[in-house]
């Protein structure tokens, strides 16, 4: 049976060595001391055998690591394994160079931190060693061979082979050596010895594991961080937090720690920023007490709340549940509490290379002025709006609409303090009210909504006569819509078309280069380039799109009790505008119109709305059966709401005065499922 067990552990299929693990496991349990002096036997014959396979090797690893955890392997047997673990941390497999320090941590486990300091200045070596690569290294001539390969790919030809550029590249993607294994053996052994680790802590082994996360491969760094996360872990015994320093290594060096975490924090890769924040949490969950951790909160406050809202999921999720761990439902108070730093990072952040990061400083700007007490951010508005208006002519939209949202918050808020930024905010607000993107145009017509609320009067004018001439000047729009116009007429990739100068050399020289998968700083701020992609050219807004927005800002503009009877005079001019269809995109209008139109409705209320409903039958009945399924869709809807709003046979009625051919499509609406 052992002998099954154990060529199941050395297979070659990972599957049957899972298994054959699992069975050692149950083995060892029901194994006798005699049965036990035979598994060493066995695993030490595995382990120094010459020329065996690396299954062979990984098996036998994999043997010790259980039998060790068990506690019921020699005191022989514990003291060979060290020697070979570290033999086999320097083999080529790296499930091999894995499963040997598995076994370190292992034998920390059975016998304690003794392992780590017999075994201390191998494991440092390793890393130190590994730090730093030459790109053709004497490690061996497949290594070399590869890494020419890369080198040709990375670099635009084999002349610039050498490249700063190339070296750069180079050392941001590529492997590095056995650097990982190394550090993962050391990320075991801390794990293993838990709190009796705290001992072993010297300002030595710090700035390894700092120079680590000073690196410039994203791969070390995100190890590094992960390495760290279990060894601030060791503040923490049975679940009971070390309060003496003399005891608590994370709290004797807890400036260094907080330094890095925040750095990681702020780090520009997001699975770099994700292990940071795993080592961030576990980091304020070994500290005594909350007077101790509020020390390193102005640091970390800031980079925690602002990564709540980051793009990349699995940091955003992350961040919020550490968010609730952390400040125990006291977030607010605690941002009240830290105001001068968070704002400081606000503001910094919306300077950063990386357009996630801008998005989110705008989100978390937001925030400040919807949230937080009023006379606690109160004096840093000046500040706040000189950073939104820079991000309003952001390359990326999603930065560019989120800095419009923040604005018109700040401006329902601090009505009197914005107002000597209304000048500036006016065209800005206008200008992502025609976007080509419709979720911005969506988020100026909102802002500018909260503009009349707060400002009354004064602003009515201006913004209704911006609808007025929004929606009057559809009829100014090209029959033919070239939307990308002055483009390339080829095939496109991706159906992505592309942009003559797309092609100019210039562009795609000499220049910095990232991940497309990344979140690396593919759309920069002001004349900046770089990145893989031009994100910087933007389609000139069109008749249509402001037309589009200026229905957004009407159905807004419907909330406001004041604006009843201005809105309401603006349906019939709404009503003629979407009756022009000699343009390409009026169906994309007319969705727009249909989905918008119940809300208006209800905003303003059957007294207002009632006298115009016949001027929209002809443009929603045309949009129920024209051939764009998202239009004929809203159109359904729109019937459908319209219907229980006013009651069923108060339409019916109505459209059978108006047209009673349209009777039969509105009997047929019941029966159409919406998309």
């Known amino acids: 049976m052992v002998d099954a067990i154990i060529q199941d552990l050395c297979s070659s299929l990972k599957l049957e060595r899972d298994k054959g693990f699992q069975n050692f496991v149950k083995h060892i349990d029901l194994a006798e001391s005699e049965d036990i002096d035979t598994l060493e036997q066995c695993i030490t014959k595995l382990l120094t055998e ?51 320090g598995e076994v370190l941590g292992a034998l920390c486990k059975k016998i304690g931190p003794a392992v780590y300091e017999n075994s201390k200045s191998v494991i440092l070596e390793g890393i130190r060693s590994n730090l730093e690569r030459e790109r053709l290294s004497a490690a061996g001539q497949d290594e070399q061979e590869e890494t020419e390969k890369l080198m040709e790919k990375l670099s635009s030809s084999p002349a610039r ?39 072993c802590v010297d300002q030595d082994l710090l700035n ?65 920023r994700l292990a940071s924040s795993v080592a961030t949490r576990k980091f304020l969950h070994s500290l005594p007490t909350e007077e101790v951790k509020a020390k390193f909160y102005p640091i970390l406050i800031p980079r925690m709340c602002l990564n709540r809202y980051y793009v990349a999921e699995g940091v955003r999720i992350y961040s919020q549940d550490t968010w609730r761990m952390v400040t125990g439902g006291e977030g607010k108070h605690l941002v009240e509490k830290f105001i001068e730093h968070v704002v400081a990072y606000y503001i910094e952040a919306t300077g950063a290379d990386n357009h996630a990061v801008r998005e989110a400083a705008c989100a978390c700007i937001a925030e400040l002025g ?20 820079i991000c309003f002519n952001d390359d990326s939209w999603p930065v560019r609409d989120a800095a419009c949202v923040a604005c018109g918050n700040f401006v329902l808020c601090f009505p009197d303090e914005s107002r000597s930024s209304m000048p500036a905010l006016y065209p800005l607000f206008y200008n992502n009210l025609q976007d080509n993107i419709p979720s911005v145009r969506q988020g100026a017509a909102l802002a500018l909504a909260n503009v009349a609320q707060v400002y009354g009067q004064e602003s ?39 942009k003559l100068r797309d092609n ?3 562009l795609h020289t000499d220049k910095q280069m990232y991940s497309c998968g990344s979140l690396a700083p593919k759309m920069m701020k002001g004349s900046r380039g770089g990145g893989c992609m031009d994100h910087k050219f933007r389609k000139p807004p069109e008749p249509w799109e402001l037309a589009d927005g200026c229905v957004h800002l009407i159905a807004e503009l419907s909330h406001n009790q004041e604006l009843h009877t201005t809105v309401s005079d603006l349906l019939p001019l709404l009503a003629k505008a979407a009756s022009l269809h000699h343009y390409n995109h009026h169906v994309n209008f ?34 129920i059966t024209c051939d764009n399924a998202l239009t004929a869709s809203a159109a359904s809807q729109c019937l459908n709401q319209l219907s229980a709003f006013l009651g069923p046979s108060i339409l019916r009625g109505r459209v059978e005065q108006f047209n009673p051919r349209y009777l039969e499509l509105l009997k047929a609406n019941q029966f159409i499922a919406p998309l």
């Open 208 to 272: 390894l594991i700092f120079q680590a996360l000073d690196h410039t491969n994203r791969f070390v760094r995100e190890t590094g961080y992960y390495v760290c996360s279990s060894l601030v872990s060791i503040g923490v015994k049975d679940k009971e937090t070390l309060a003496l320093e003399e005891e608590n290594a994370v709290y004797r060096h807890g400036e260094q720690f907080a330094k890095y975490m925040a750095k990681g924090l702020a780090d520009n890769w997001s699975q770099v």
């Open 370 to 389: 919807s949230k937080i007490d009023r006379d606690v951010v109160r004096p840093f508005i000046p500040q706040l709006l000189e950073a939104l208006l």
């Open 161 to 199: 082979s050498n490249s700063v550029d190339a070296d750069q590249i180079f050392h941001d993607t590529a492997g590095w050596k056995s650097l990982e294994t190394w550090m993962k053996c050391l990320q075991s052994v801390v794990d293993n010895c838990g709190h009796l680790f705290n001992d």
């Open 50 to 100: 010459e020329g065996s396979s690396w299954e062979k090797k990984h098996g036998g690893l994999m043997a010790a690591k259980a039998l060790l955890i068990s506690g019921k392997s020699s005191d022989d047997f514990a003291v060979d394994m060290r020697s070979q673990a570290l033999k086999y941390l320097e083999d080529n497999e790296f499930r091999v160079r894995i499963a040997a």
């Open 460 to 498: 009515y004018e201006e913004i209704i006569n911006k609808v007025k001439e929004g929606i009057e000047g559809l009829k100014s729009q090209p029959e033919t819509t070239e939307k990308y116009g002055n483009m390339d007429k080829g095939p496109a990739t991706y159906s992505v078309v592309k």
């Open 590 to 623: 007319l969705e727009t119109v249909c989905k918008q139109l119940p809300n208006i409705a209800k905003s303003l209320g059957k007294r207002y709305f009632k006298p115009h409903l016949e001027e929209f039958f002809d443009c929603i009945f045309y949009s």
């Open 504 to 506: 100019d050399m210039e």
